[in-house]
């Protein structure tokens, strides 16, 4: 099959907020994103964000009292997952901002992957991981795919090819 649809990246993920300043707040301070500018045709609430090759759009919600409340972190759950350089920082990080987090370790055969997972405002996981530490191995031959990291994919031109879009 190969590729059907002829992708080539993650685009974006959008994430349905309670508060979209809140949110943007959290994916800029803690996990680094850049609020970039958004096409003005939208016509609801809501924020662009952009950093490590991939966007976060934020959505508001509809109704903010509604949306499903989240209070345990369970590793098992739905997240969006970011390669990190080093646990131990982020770790560090998180327990400055007095963010909860748990703690999990991954091993396959002798390599270990450690990752730690929060939420964002609206209950959303994130994970933060040292994933690349496991190869990635097609379960048949024939198929190729990469990870950035262990490619060293390079995020620079991506950032040179956005400011080239901003008017000045």
């Not at 190729?144 to 080239?164: A, E, L, T, W």
Request: hydrophobic share 35%; glycine share 6%; proline share 6%.
């Amino acid at each position: 099959m190969g590729n059907p649809l002829q992708l080539k990246s993650l685009n974006h993920i959008s994430l349905v907020c309670g508060s979209v300043d809140k949110s943007i707040d959290f994916y800029t301070n803690v996990l680094g994103f850049i609020p970039i500018k958004r096409p003005s045709s939208l016509d609801c609430n809501g924020a662009w964000l952009f950093n490590y090759g991939i966007g976060i759009h934020l959505l508001q919600s509809e109704d903010p009292e509604s949306m499903p409340k989240i209070v345990h972190i369970n590793p098992k759950d739905n997240h969006i997952s970011f390669q990190c350089e080093s646990i131990a920082e982020v770790e560090s990080r998180l327990k400055q901002m007095k963010i909860e987090y748990v703690k999990n370790k991954v091993e396959e055969n002798g390599i270990n992957v450690d990752q730690i997972f929060f939420h964002d405002p609206d209950g959303w996981m994130i994970e933060i991981c040292n994933c690349d530490n496991i190869p990635v191995v097609p379960l048949s031959g024939d198929n190729k795919v990469r990870s950035c990291s262990r490619f060293n994919c390079n995020i620079q031109n991506h950032k040179q090819q956005i400011q080239q879009m901003i008017p000045m």
